[in-house]
C-alpha cells in the first residue's frame, strides 16, 4: 500500500519519563510512517514497555512530544485512544465468555450500534478464522486461538494505529506464523502496527523499519538490511578436498581465515552477488575449484549483540 501522502502515523520528539532518580527514556525521537510495521527492540529495562505506554497514552512523559493518528498524546488522549488498539503480552480474554461475546462486549465498549456491533463481531470472526470456534468459551483455546481472538479484540474499534507488545510469545512456530500473516493482512489493509518482540527473527520478518532501544537512547534505526549491514561479519565459506587445494586458495585470496582440520576457508565478503561472482571468478582464472561454498551475512543477532553488548535472550 502507498503511504508517501498519508501523514505519519507515529512521531515523538525528546520523550522522557524518569522514575525519581532512575532515566527510563532519555529523550528519544520516532517517526512512523502509516500503514507500516515499526518495531522497537531492547534489552530488559531498556524503555520499550514505557515507550508503549507513553504512546497509547497509558502514562505521561516528563518531557518531549507525541502525536499518534493525527493527535497530541499528551493534550488530546481521548482522541489518540479512540484511534488506536492494544494488544498486550498476555491474552485480555474472558474464559468464561465465548469467543464471539468476548469481541461483543469489546463492540459495545466501544459504543457500537447493536446492527454495527453484530456486523463487526462477524466480520473479525471471520477474517481471523475463529467462525468454528466463536460460540466456545474460550477457556477451550489453543494459545494461537487465544492470541488470533484477542488481537481480533484489539481491533473492534477498526483502529488506524494498532500496538502489539510481544504478540506470539509462547506460541508454536506454526501458530506464529499465522500471527504473522495476519499482522501482515492488516497493514495491506491500511493499518500501522507498533511491534515490540523478544524475537528478532520476527522483527526481521515483519518490520518495515526497526528501532534499537537501549539504557533509554536509541542506538540505532534503519530497515533489517541497514541494520545488519552496520556490523562486521560478512563471509563466504569455501570447502575444499584436499590441503593442498586449500593453501593454493588461501595464497591466492590473502587475508582469510583457514581451518586446516575442516579444509576450510572464510574470506570476508559482504555477501553480494557481485563479491561472489568475483571470488569465483578469481579462483576458476587459477584453476582453484571448491567443493562447496556457503554465504554467511550479519543477522538481528550480531546487530543487537554488537550495539547493547548483550545477547538475544536479553531482549524483551
Known amino acids: 500500500m502507498t503511504t508517501s501522502h498519508r501523514p505519519p502515523a507515529i512521531t515523538a520528539t525528546g520523550l522522557r519519563k ?3 532518580d ?18 522497537l527492540l531492547g534489552p530488559n529495562g531498556a524503555g520499550k514497555t514505557t515507550t508503549v505506554q507513553m504512546l497509547s497514552t497509558l502514562i505521561g512523559a516528563d518531557g518531549g512530544e507525541a502525536r499518534v493518528a493525527g493527535h497530541d498524546a499528551i ?19 474472558d474464559n468464561l ?6 469481541l461483543a462486549m469489546m463492540a459495545t465498549l466501544h459504543h457500537l450500534g447493536r446492527k454495527q456491533r453484530k456486523q ?19 477457556s477451550t483455546y489453543s494459545g494461537g486461538m487465544r492470541r488470533r481472538l484477542d488481537i481480533a479484540m484489539g481491533l473492534v474499534g477498526d483502529p488506524q494505529v494498532l500496538f502489539l507488545d510481544e504478540p506470539t510469545t ?6 506464529r506464523r499465522t500471527v504473522w500473516r495476519l499482522v501482515r ?3 495491506a489493509g491500511g493499518t500501522t502496527v507498533f511491534l515490540t518482540t523478544q524475537y528478532l527473527e520476527e522483527a526481521d520478518q515483519l518490520a518495515d523499519r526497526i528501532a534499537l532501544l537501549d539504557h533509554g537512547k536509541l542506538v540505532a534505526e534503519g530497515t533489517p538490511d541497514e541494520l545488519k549491514h552496520l556490523v562486521p561479519g560478512g563471509h563466504i565459506t569455501l570447502r575444499f578436498t584436499e590441503p593442498r587445494t586449500l593453501d593454493a586458495a588461501a595464497r591466492l585470496l590473502g587475508a582469510v581465515t583457514v581451518d586446516e582440520d575442516e579444509l576450510t576457508l572464510e574470506v570476508p565478503s559482504d555477501g553480494g552477488v557481485n563479491s561472489l561472482h568475483t571470488l569465483l571468478d578469481t ?22 549483540l554488537a550495539l547493547t553488548g548483550q545477547p538475544k535472550e536479553s531482549v524483551r
Open 185 to 187: 493482512e492488516l497493514v
Open 170 to 175: 509462547g506460541l508454536d512456530p506454526r501458530s
Open 75 to 93: 493534550r488530546e488522549p481521548d482522541a489518540v485512544r479512540g484511534a488506536i488498539g492494544v494488544t498486550g503480552q498476555f491474552a485480555a480474554v
Open 120 to 138: 463487526r463481531v462477524s466480520d473479525l470472526i471471520e477474517q481471523f478464522d475463529l467462525v468454528d470456534a466463536s460460540k466456545k468459551p474460550a
Open 18 to 20: 524518569s522514575y525519581g
Open 22 to 39: 532512575h532515566v527510563v527514556l532519555d529523550g528519544i525521537d520516532l517517526h512512523v510512517p502509516a500503514g507500516t510495521i515499526f518495531s
Open 283 to 304: 579462483l576458476s582464472a587459477a584453476s582453484i575449484q571448491a567443493s562447496a561454498l556457503s554465504v554467511h551475512t550479519p543477522d538481528l543477532d550480531d546487530v543487537f
Open 97 to 102: 465468555l465465548t469467543g464471539a461475546e468476548n
